[in-house]
Each structure stands twice: as structure tokens, then as C-alpha cells.
């Protein structure tokens, strides 16, 4: 494999053995823990090196001016930026007075292990200190996945060929000096100094830092609580929770400044012997409740998980990651390295989202500052599909919060002249961050995308009770903004023009395939909402009038399609444009927004990532079989994918139109977007979408998933490669159970009573205990589409790139 730095293929974890530095900041990225509110980055326990220092609390964020060379209306005047918070993971280690630093010394051994079920990182080192003397250090760390408030360290030092005389420095630090900024769009602003000090305490073994943004005034609060183990010789069980007295031979200290909190821990430790130390971390923040309070929080927090201990944090990680694993597991059988890829895939997902509770979230999620920690359309058209079947209170959560932010976007549809609302393109508090309003504000997909997540959500969920009141509010507010963007033409068609689709390439287009069958939906299920709920649809002023308009402009709703070609525009006229020269560009190095001229590519027929191919895969009984194969053979020769959204899209049609070989190859892309670091920024977080992508590309793309209104559909096919694929989703209170085979599907509902299925387009009618097997029916074989010069994909063998 390329670009990852040695990670070993299990089926259950993610094993580093050896430590390359040259690959740090990815590796952070990697193995980052999180619980949709607070993540920490895969550091070192002590601190140094690192390639991007990180803690993170899901909306604590500090604003920035965004500067303009020109300005215009409606352009947006601050930024928002996700900020290192106090770090609490920090423990630094001194051997007879010289630092454990993995650039000194010897290093004899290092291994860090990501476990999926375990929910924990643990990291062994051997390591011989310049004067000679040789230790080995085990840590093992969570973030809580049942405690929201809570991370954890255990962390134990053995002397291992002579005494050695060990200072354990736990540490609690803000405003971290950070790397310098980098000139890639794609990564943050790099902040100075973003939290100022309101208040710092020490008591025993307890520490608590308060500070306030300055521009947000957001008050964060961090508080640490430790416990000494017994020392322990090697054959031993680490010793118990509770603190030591004078006798044992171990000293302790502990100190707050106002960036800085410390408690120190000394001890001559014989050959063989273990000094443990637990380490229970705390955080709060509020942008209205006082100090006192959100510091009462903190330690409340803290006091529950010691009394929870150690061991009873792993279990209770334990048991929710066991329940998360019975709902929600893929296996993948043929390659091994697909398997393990998409448990890491879910594990984070669960990680970004599992206890967000009304946050956004994120891109990057919890794992790095990319994007500057912002939330954009992938969260409703990439992640909450499969949170919906795996998390579906997660995914509700994430719908909650833009509801919670619905006045926020009136306000901006106001300022552009339009009714309803008009949400971020990309934001952490609701507000409009994008200062690039091509491919910003033009791009009122995101919008129809909110639209989208609440249908799926209702469909996959039932979730009658969030359809009717903040579902109806966000297809309501969405619903007025297409109907007072668009218009009738002389033909009666409804427009929809100047808008740019996902394909970010191609800017400021009319009649965008995608968004105009995106808006059509959006304006459907606002008029069928309201029916269905009179009184909610009443109170948000809707009457019959509106209802028959929003139906109308759907029915008109203008589609393109190119007589002389065969195929659909992407957008009016797009087929016309001159091609991209890609076989002069091939040499050179993608993605192309760094090295053309957006005005170049946007009169020009090159495409980032799939536009027209998701609109095939969101809407299959808008195009006919022969439709979808001539269009994905098209746009496969112009799509350059500079986006980590776009292999999982065209691994799902190249998979429906009979390219099996080739979706295998992009389902690996999708798959291995971070551990092989295909985009050169996984330093600056894990890419989200690209990881939801991977079940995607094998759910709904070998799987055959689509769901129609409450009914699941399934046209299931596997390439060559894969002997089976199985997989569960979750469809409210009912468990259905996937097994896929080379000639043979089997279902079976493990939970509920009864399920109506669909399979290659039959009905089914599943009952409880009685599993039922149906023959699987390959599409016809068809040519290989070729892809542009230099952008085919990575062939892959089972197992393997070749």
C-alpha cells in the first residue's frame, strides 16, 4: 500500500507498528477518538512531536473578518473557525531527569491499536533513554461514548533493566501554539491565542481552567481529576482506584496558572515495577450560562466517572459499541482490506455524530480543523444516509439542529431577496461562511439536500412525530425558497437558473439536473407535509393556494436532455462547451482548482465529482436503463474526482449499469480515502462523506439498496472479487438482515414482525423467523467507460490494488 504509514489488515482494528513522523499529522487523523462532542486527535501522550495538535468541542468556534478585494451585497462579512481547546490528553513522562521524547534516545518498539469494538487507542512503547536507562510505556485512551462529557487515560510506566526514578507531569494546556497556516483552501485558519483566561483552580488531584473566546464569547471550562494506582510488579493487575497514602513511596503535586494546569507524580520504581496513574478529562462550554455554573457542570462530570472508575468506563464503551456493531456491521468477505476499512469507516461515523445532541456535524468531525471545522451539504447527502439506518437518533439530532438554525437562514434568504430560507453553504453556528459565492450561495442545493434528509429520515425511521413539526418546518422554509427563486417560462416550464450544482467545477448554471429534481422533491413532500399535517401547516401560514403553486412549479419542473447526444446536461447547454484538454493536463498534478483558473473550468466540460451520475443514483425512476448507461459513459470521461465525495457516487451506478469491475475499483477509493491518504489532507481530519462513501459503495451499490418511500429496495450483485457481502439496517423498530451471494440474496428480520420488501423490483413480504433466499440477476455486461487522461481509477484484485 502507499501513503499510510504501515497500518497492519484486521478484521477489528486499526494496528500502527513502528512510528514514522514523516506521516504524523495523518496518523493523528487516524486514530482520533470521539463522541460527537468532544474529539481529541490521535497526539502522542506527551505532547511532542506532533504534526497537529487538537481537542475539539463540537461548536466551540472563534470568528474571523473574511476580507474582500471588492465587496458586494449580500457577501458575507465573518467566518467562523473550530478552535483547539484546552488539551487534556498531555502526559508528559521524565526518566531519571531526561523527557520521553521519541526523537531522543532509542526507540526499540512502538505499536498504536484503534479498536473498533473496544472503543479505545492504546499505545505500547519501548524506549531507552539517552543516559541509557529503558522503560516501556502503555497508555490506553477513550473519549466516552455514555459519559458525553468525559475522556480518559490510563497510563502506565515499567522500569525494565535497573531502578529508575519516574516524574509523571499530567497536564491541562490552552492555547497550544499551532502549525503555521497552509496555503491548500481545504485546510483552516490557523487562530493566535483563541481563548482567554476567566478563572483557574487547583484542589488535590483536581484541576479546572476556565476561558472565554473573545469574539464569540463562547466560556469553555476544562477540569481534570486523577487517581495513583498501586505499584505493581510485571505479573500483576494494574492497582485499584483509589489514591495512595505518603507510605507508598510516591509524591504528587499539583499546580493552575492561567493557560496551565499540572499535576505531577514522582517515584523510584525497581525493575519490573508499574507506576499507573488514571487520568478522567472533563469539558463544558456555553455560550449563555454563567462560569459557575458550566464549572459545576465540569466537575459534576467528573465526579460521576470516578465514581464510574476505570474499568467501568470500558465496559459501559464496551456494551453501546456492541449494540452499535449488532445494528449496524458490514461484512465484506474477498478482501480483507475492504473489511477492516469500513469498520473504520463506521466506527467514526458513530464517533462524529453519536452524541452531537443538537450541534453540527462537521466534515471532518471531531478528527482535525479541515474546512475550518465547518458542516456542508455532505452531512444530509452522504453521512445521515447511513446514520439513518445505523444512528437514526443521530441522524435526527443532526436534522434538529437545523432547525434550531431555520431563523438564521430566513434572515439570509431575506437578504437575498428570496422567501423561505436559504441555509449555509458551509458553517459551524448557522450563519454563511463561504466568502466564494460561486460555488457558496449559488450552490441552493444544500438546501434541497435538508429537504432530502428529512424525507429519508421519515421513510427509514417513521418517525411520524419529527415529520410533522421540524420536519414540515424545513420543507415548508425550503420549499417558499425554490418556488420565489424559480419561475414559469414563456412555455409554462418551471426555471431554475444561476445556480451551481455539486459538480463545483461548473458554476452558475441553468436548469441543473440535480437541483432541479432535487427542488421538484423538495417542493412535493412540502405540499404533501402540510396535507398531512393541517394544523402545523396552518400555524406556519400555508394554505391551499400555496400548496396547489408549490405542486405545480414541481409537475413543470424544466429537466434537459440533449436530443442530438443521447444523454442529459449536466446543465443547459453544458454539452456544448469545449472538453477539458485532459491529456495536456495528465502530467500534471490534480486536484485542478489548484493549478486552473475557475474561470476556465467553468466554461469548459470537465467535472470535480459526480452531479449528474448522484442525480441517476437519488432519482433511478426518473431515467430509463438506456439513460443511465449512456449518461454515466459521458460524464465517466469527464469526471477527474478532485472531490472525496464522488468515487462512492460512481461506484453505485458503475455497479448498476454493469460495471461491476470498476465499481470494486472505486468502492476502494471511497474505502481507503484516508488510510492511503489519496487526497494529501487527512493530516487536516478525516474526510467524512468519503468514509460514509464506503458503505454506500457496498450497500447501496453491491447491495442495491434504495429506499422508495417506507420500502426498502434491494437489486443486489457482486463483482468477482467479493464471495459476500452481508449486511443490517435498521428500519425503526424492525432489523432487517442482508446476505448477499455470487447467484443468491438471502433476507431475514431479525427484529419487528413483518417487512415489505422490494428485490430487482418484486414485493416481498418478510415475517419474523423466516428468512427468505431469491436468486440474484447480474446486469447485462456492457463496454468499459473510459475515464480523463491520468484519472482512472486504482484496479483492484481481491484484497488489493494491482
Not at 485558519?189 to 484542589?203: G, Q
Not at 472533563?282 to 459534576?300: K, N
Not at 460561486?438 to 441552493?444: I, Q
Request: proline share 6%.
Amino acid at each position: 500500500m502507499i501513503g499510510h504509514p504501515g497500518f497492519r489488515v484486521e478484521p477489528w482494528c486499526l494496528r500502527e507498528t513502528g512510528l514514522d513522523l514523516d506521516v504524523l499529522a495523518q496518523s493523528e487523523s487516524v486514530f482520533a477518538l470521539a463522541n460527537g462532542h468532544l474529539g481529541w486527535r490521535g497526539n502522542l501522550d506527551e505532547g511532542e512531536p506532533h504534526g497537529l495538535p487538537g481537542c475539539y468541542l463540537n461548536g466551540v468556534h472563534e470568528s474571523r473578518p473574511l476580507p474582500y478585494a471588492e465587496v458586494g451585497y449580500g457577501y458575507p462579512e465573518a467566518g467562523d473557525t473550530v478552535i483547539n481547546v484546552t488539551n487534556g490528553k498531555l502526559l508528559r513522562l521524565l526518566v531519571d531527569d531526561e523527557p520521553f521524547d521519541v526523537r531522543y534516545g532509542t526507540l526499540r518498539g512502538h505499536e498504536r491499536v484503534l479498536d473498533f469494538r473496544a472503543g479505545t487507542l492504546t499505545r505500547t512503547a519501548e524506549w531507552t533513554s539517552p543516559a541509557g536507562r529503558t522503560v516501556r510505556v502503555r497508555s490506553t485512551r477513550l473519549v466516552s461514548l455514555t459519559q458525553r462529557a468525559i475522556a480518559a487515560v490510563r497510563y502506565e510506566v515499567e522500569a525494565l533493566d535497573g531502578p529508575a526514578r519516574v516524574v509523571l507531569q499530567s497536564e491541562l494546556v490552552a492555547n497550544e501554539e499551532l502549525p503555521a497556516a497552509e496555503a491548500d483552501p481545504r485546510a483552516a485558519a490557523v487562530l493566535k491565542a483563541p481563548l482567554r483566561p476567566e478563572r483557574h483552580t487547583a484542589d488535590g488531584a483536581r484541576v479546572l481552567l476556565a476561558h472565554r473566546t473573545a469574539n464569540t464569547g463562547l466560556l469553555v471550562v476544562a477540569g481534570m481529576d486523577h487517581v495513583v494506582g498501586e505499584r505493581a510488579a510485571p505479573d500483576q493487575p494494574a492497582g485499584p482506584d483509589h489514591p495512595l497514602d505518603a507510605s507508598s513511596g510516591v509524591a504528587t503535586g499539583t499546580e493552575s496558572r492561567p493557560d496551565l494546569g499540572r499535576f505531577t507524580v514522582t517515584t523510584l520504581l525497581a525493575p519490573g515495577e508499574r507506576l499507573v496513574l488514571t487520568k478522567y478529562v472533563g469539558y463544558g462550554w456555553s455560550a449563555a450560562r454563567s462560569l459557575p455554573g458550566v464549572a459545576a457542570q465540569v466537575e459534576a462530570a467528573l465526579v460521576a466517572a470516578g465514581s464510574t472508575g476505570w474499568a467501568g468506563l470500558l465496559a459501559e464503551q464496551r456494551a453501546y459499541l456492541d449494540a452499535f456493531w449488532d445494528r449496524a456491521d458490514v461484512e465484506v468477505h474477498g478482501d480483507d482490506e475492504i473489511q477492516q476499512a469500513v469498520r473504520f469507516a463506521l466506527f467514526h461515523l458513530l464517533q462524529a455524530g453519536a452524541r452531537g445532541e443538537g450541534r453540527a456535524l462537521a466534515a471532518k468531525g471531531l478528527t482535525g480543523p479541515g474546512y475550518d471545522g465547518h458542516a456542508f451539504w455532505d452531512t444530509e447527502m452522504f453521512v445521515l444516509p447511513v446514520l439513518d439506518y445505523a444512528v437514526p437518533r443521530a441522524a435526527r439530532q443532526a436534522l434538529q439542529w437545523r432547525r434550531d438554525t431555520l431563523a438564521v437562514a430566513e434572515e439570509r434568504a431575506a437578504l437575498l431577496g428570496l422567501r423561505g430560507a436559504v441555509f449555509p453553504w458551509r458553517t459551524i453556528g448557522g450563519r454563511e461562511c463561504s466568502a466564494y459565492w460561486p460555488a457558496g450561495t449559488a450552490a441552493f442545493h444544500l438546501n434541497a439536500g435538508i429537504a432530502a434528509a428529512v424525507l429519508r429520515y421519515r421513510d427509514v425511521t417513521g418517525d411520524d412525530e419529527f415529520a410533522g413539526g421540524a420536519g414540515l418546518d424545513l420543507l415548508v422554509a425550503t420549499a417558499r425558497m425554490w418556488r420565489s427563486l424559480g419561475c414559469f417560462d414563456a412555455g409554462g416550464r418551471f426555471r431554475i437558473d444561476g445556480v451551481t450544482g455539486p459538480d463545483e467545477y461548473s458554476a452558475v448554471a441553468d436548469n441543473n439536473v440535480y437541483t432541479n429534481l432535487m427542488a421538484g422533491q423538495n417542493l412535493r413532500a412540502a405540499a404533501d407535509g402540510a396535507t398531512d399535517h393541517p394544523a402545523r401547516a396552518a400555524e406556519l401560514g400555508v394554505d391551499a393556494a400555496e400548496i396547489e403553486d408549490w405542486r405545480r412549479a414541481a409537475g413543470a419542473m424544466t429537466i434537459p436532455f440533449d436530443e442530438a447526444l443521447g444523454v442529459h446536461p449536466q446543465s443547459e447547454g453544458f454539452t456544448a462547451h469545449e472538453v477539458f484538454d485532459f491529456a495536456a493536463f495528465s502530467t500534471r498534478r490534480y486536484p485542478l482548482l489548484l493549478h486552473v483558473p475557475y474561470f476556465d473550468l467553468y466554461r469548459k466540460q470537465v467535472v470535480k465529482q459526480a452531479d449528474l451520475v448522484l442525480a441517476m443514483q437519488l432519482f433511478p425512476d426518473e431515467f430509463t436503463a438506456a439513460q443511465k448507461a449512456a449518461n454515466f459513459a459521458y460524464y465517466e470521461r469527464l469526471t477527474v474526482r478532485d472531490s472525496s465525495l464522488s468515487a462512492c457516487t460512481q461506484a453505485v451506478l458503475a455497479a448498476e449499469t454493469g460495471h461491476l469491475d470498476l465499481a470494486y475499483d472505486y468502492l476502494g477509493e471511497a474505502a481507503l480515502m484516508d488510510l492511503d491518504d489519496l487526497e494529501h489532507n487527512t493530516r487536516d481530519g478525516l474526510h467524512m462523506a468519503s468514509l460514509a462513501g464506503s458503505w454506500t459503495a457496498l450497500v447501496a451499490g453491491f447491495g442495491g439498496l434504495r429506499q422508495t418511500g417506507a420500502t426498502p429496495c434491494f437489486s443486489p450483485r457482486l463483482p468477482a472479487a467479493l464471495t459476500r457481502l452481508a449486511f443490517t439496517v435498521s428500519l425503526g423498530e424492525r432489523r432487517l438482515r442482508v446476505d448477499v451471494r455470487p447467484d443468491a440474496a438471502t433476507y431475514t428480520l431479525r427484529a419487528g414482525e413483518s417487512l415489505t420488501i422490494r428485490h430487482n423490483g418484486e414485493p416481498h413480504d418478510l415475517r419474523a423467523g423466516e428468512p427468505r433466499t431469491l436468486p440474484v440477476v447480474l446486469p447485462p455486461a456492457a463496454p468499459a467507460p473510459g475515464q480523463p487522461a491520468g484519472r482512472a481509477p486504482a484496479r483492484r484484485t481481491a484484497g488489493g490494488v494491482r
